[in-house]
């Protein structure tokens, strides 16, 4: 073949494989989460990465408030035209189901579900608690006495602290937060006795050896902290799942549908990209929004059951 040919096939190639233009030089991503809360630091992170595969300049608005509620509201009510997007987790589809608000999680579309994010249970470092026995030993023998941190009340995190009261049966009183930063305040001050997170909220606090991890809430242990056992290693059969993704309002048009699903691939492949989410011990696990709707759909009918068998749910 000619060297015009091969020369058509690699711009015919490049073509191709190109990043599908998105309409936008600007976006906002809304988060529910304080500054330096989990879906904070995941949207910063994500926009670093995401903003020159896409062409686009990102940025972080957090919404406070409601426990979500607020922040849902802002994308359900933004232009369907991708110019506003909302970091998923489950605390939107909770915070539905818990509380009468004006824009259920069933008000945004769905766009993807990008990693899963283990959970810890923590302690600061000066607590006489070396273990996860050792504390709940200790809410159990004076119950009614512990506080417990978490954070939004209609979170993940909330759910997962009020199940384990009940499995440990400890009576202890859970107080929740606006987001990871604030929880994290009161565990550093020994208001909490322990607290619950995830690694990207703790890391800073556990790199200064401030605080000590006592189990994660998986059901195989991290890699990256193969000496922490799990909950259910530890006697207690709490596992949770946090997904983080993002929507966005009603009827997004199909070409920024499609520009947010290759954008999210090619960054989870990308290197830099990996190596920080794998620090942070995230689990990638994309879903574009073809997949994402029915796993969100089928998140929220297994979290209504558990709602129901605490008590929380009619």
């Not at 369907?80 to 824009?103: E, R, W």
């Not at 009340?153 to 604030?182: C, F, K, T, W, Y």
């Not at 946090?242 to 920024?256: E, I, S, Y």
């Not at 947010?260 to 830099?272: C, N, R, T």
């Amino acid at each position: 073949m000619s060297r015009w040919w091969w020369a058509a096939l690699a711009l015919v190639a490049q073509v191709g494989h190109a990043q599908v233009p998105y309409p936008h030089k600007n976006v906002t991503l809304v988060t529910h989460s304080s500054p330096g809360g989990g879906s904070d630091v995941f949207l910063r992170v994500l926009a670093k990465h995401l903003g020159p595969k896409m062409g686009v300049h990102f940025a972080v608005e957090n919404v406070r408030g409601g426990s979500g509620a607020r922040a849902v509201s802002r994308v359900a009510q933004a232009p369907a035209d991708g110019s506003v997007l909302y970091a998923t987790t489950p605390t939107y589809i909770q915070t539905s189901m818990l509380s009468k608000v004006p824009h259920g999680y069933d008000s945004l579309m769905p766009v993807a579900i990008v990693v899963l994010d283990p959970e810890v249970l923590y302690t600061r470092a000066e607590s006489p608690h070396r273990t996860l026995a050792q504390a709940m030993a200790a809410a159990r023998a004076n119950p009614g006495k512990g506080r417990w941190g978490a954070s939004n009340p209609a979170s993940l995190e909330r759910i997962a602290m009020e199940r384990l009261n009940r499995m440990v049966q400890a009576r202890a009183a859970i107080v929740s937060h606006e987001g990871g930063g604030d929880q994290m305040i009161g565990v550093l001050n020994g208001t909490y006795d322990i607290g619950i997170g995830e690694i990207q909220e703790v890391r800073a606090q556990l790199e200064a050896n401030k605080i000590r991890l006592l189990a994660v809430l998986t059901d195989k242990r991290l890699p990256d902290f193969p000496q922490l056992a799990t909950a259910r290693e530890q006697g207690i059969d709490l596992v949770v799942t946090k997904f983080r993704g993002l929507a966005g309002p009603k009827n997004l048009p199909p070409d920024v549908l499609e520009a947010w699903s290759e954008g999210l691939q090619a960054v989870l492949a990308d290197p830099a990209y990996k190596g920080e989410y794998a620090r942070e011990s995230l689990v990638a696990s994309f879903m574009d929004h073809r997949q994402a709707g029915p796993f969100t759909e089928k998140f929220a009918g297994e979290l209504a059951a558990s709602l129901r068998e605490l008590g929380l749910l009619k």
